[in-house]
């Protein structure tokens, strides 16, 4: 593989080397494992994530939200559990080939045991360490020391792996709506709820859209703009990877669709705790409308990996749809369970792991770039 970004007129970019204090520095420098320097506010934030986590769980118990017997009672349901958790597993490593299929997008030929691999070990970190550094992060120390010659791009997939995933979940419940919208609209919260994740949906293909068209490729304000980014070169290689992507539409539809069919998985084993915490509530219909959503809240940082916000946005989704809203909060807890022992593998896999003490430079054809 070449070291640079062909250009337009069969130029090429040359592979940055590390800058200082530049972002490829800090990606190829110590084991995401070494805990960085950090300042005061930093140092806070976690134990706050955490303080608030503790107040929205204390809220949930004084409202009688937060039913530990039927929690119990529903941890004695191994063949649902076990059934639940094996889809997870599925759905784990869906992921993985979706995100190897972004990067054969970008020429970079990762193996998919070791794109599996990685994706793994990432959701261990997001969800042993939250707030000390995201999964994603560690995905792209991992793929960059393993492709230094295309490092930006590497990382650049991760991002947009992200980013499809999060709309192929805001679609999925979009559609589930669309499917009962005569019992969605009944509720103003349900409204409102519909109307947010349609907004999602828009700006998400809107972003889609541009990247495809290649908004910003040549204009003076886009290139005034990315000039004055503190990595800007770094930056540029990103955003070219971005408009590649963009002119790859299968590649997107594809990965996409994987994505869709996961989140699709995911609501049924959601539907599968259900049925293990209790007496159903809600219709498997529209388990669709509020496990997509409450999922994607889950995503928000304000807590350590979610915790206490999914299950409050689930409780709510619950209540305002009929249900019981402390099986919403059970169901939710019991994902977050499923998300541990799935990240105990990832464990495991991390302590394998061992960055190569050479990274060997990527031999697959640098696609057609783009004009800078």
């Excluded at 499917?179 to 969605?184: D, F, K, T």
């Excluded at 997107?252 to 509530?281: K, R």
Aim: charge should be positive; glycine fraction near 12%; proline fraction near 7%.
């Amino acid at each position: 593989m070449s070291e640079g970004v062909v250009g337009e007129r069969g130029g090429a970019d040359p592979a940055p080397g590390p800058e200082p204090g530049g972002a490829a520095h800090g990606a190829e420098g110590a084991d995401p494992a070494a805990a960085p320097r950090r300042g005061l506010a930093s140092r806070l934030l976690l134990p706050l994530k955490l303080g608030l986590a503790a107040a929205l769980f204390a809220w949930l118990w004084r409202r009688g939200a937060l039913d530990l017997g039927a929690l119990r009672g529903a941890l004695g349901r191994w063949d649902l559990l076990c059934a639940a958790l094996g889809l997870g597993a599925v759905n784990l490593t869906a992921s993985a080939v979706r995100w190897q299929l972004l990067l054969r997008g970008e020429g970079i030929d990762l193996p998919l045991s070791l794109a599996v691999r990685l994706t793994w070990i990432g959701h261990f970190w997001n969800m042993v360490f939250p707030g000390a550094v995201s999964g994603d992060a560690v995905k792209m120390y991992y793929v960059g020391a393993e492709v230094p010659a295309r490092r930006e791009e590497a990382w650049t997939t991760v991002l947009a792996d992200r980013v499809i995933g999060l709309a192929a979940l805001v679609a999925l419940s979009t559609l589930a709506t669309l499917a009962s919208l005569e019992q969605v609209l009944a509720r103003p919260e349900l409204r409102r709820t519909f109307v947010t994740m349609l907004a999602l949906l828009a700006v998400m293909a809107g972003g889609g859209a541009a990247l495809a068209l290649g908004v910003g490729r040549r204009t003076p304000l886009a290139d005034g703009l990315r000039a004055r980014l503190p990595f800007a070169q770094s930056a540029r290689r990103g955003y070219h990877a971005l408009l590649r992507l963009g002119r790859r539409p299968r590649v997107v539809l594809l990965a996409f669709t994987i994505s869709f069919v996961a989140h699709g998985s995911a609501v049924f084993v959601a539907y599968l705790l259900g049925q293990a915490v209790g007496e159903a509530s809600l219709g498997p219909g529209q388990y669709g409308v509020v496990v997509p959503v409450a999922l994607f809240s889950n995503a928000i940082p304000i807590t350590p990996g979610g915790i206490g916000v999914g299950e409050q946005v689930l409780g709510r989704l619950f209540a305002w749809s009929g249900g019981l809203e402390a099986q919403g909060v059970a169901i939710m807890l019991l994902f977050r369970l499923q998300f541990f022992a799935l990240a105990a593998v990832g464990a495991v896999l991390y302590a394998l792991h061992r960055r190569p003490a050479a990274a060997p430079s990527p031999k697959s054809p640098v696609p057609p770039g783009l004009p800078s």
